[in-house]
């Protein structure tokens, strides 16, 4: 995991290094994945609803960087 994502995630250092035998990262990645596409479509729906409905400048722009979030951590991949 990078540097960066982790203090994103306030990760402790040791539990980036942690895996169970039973759940090797190469099967975990591919469900992982799978999750952050299907939240970044959600993201991207209410982000839509919100801009046709005028809704609060704030939220739109934390759904906007969380968007962008989604979308860098699915390119990185």
Not at 33 to 45: A, G, K, P
Request: hydrophobic share 45%; net charge negative; aromatic share 4%.
């Amino acid at each position: 995991m990078s540097p960066a994502i982790c203090n994103i995630v306030n990760l402790e250092p040791s539990r980036t290094r942690v895996r169970r035998a039973s759940e090797a990262a190469s099967v975990l990645e591919p469900r992982v994945r799978d999750w952050l596409e299907t939240q970044s479509v959600i993201v991207e729906d209410w982000l839509n609803q919100l801009v046709a409905h005028n809704g609060d400048a704030r939220l739109i722009g934390l759904l906007s960087q969380h968007a962008a979030f989604l979308r860098d951590t699915l390119e990185e991949g």
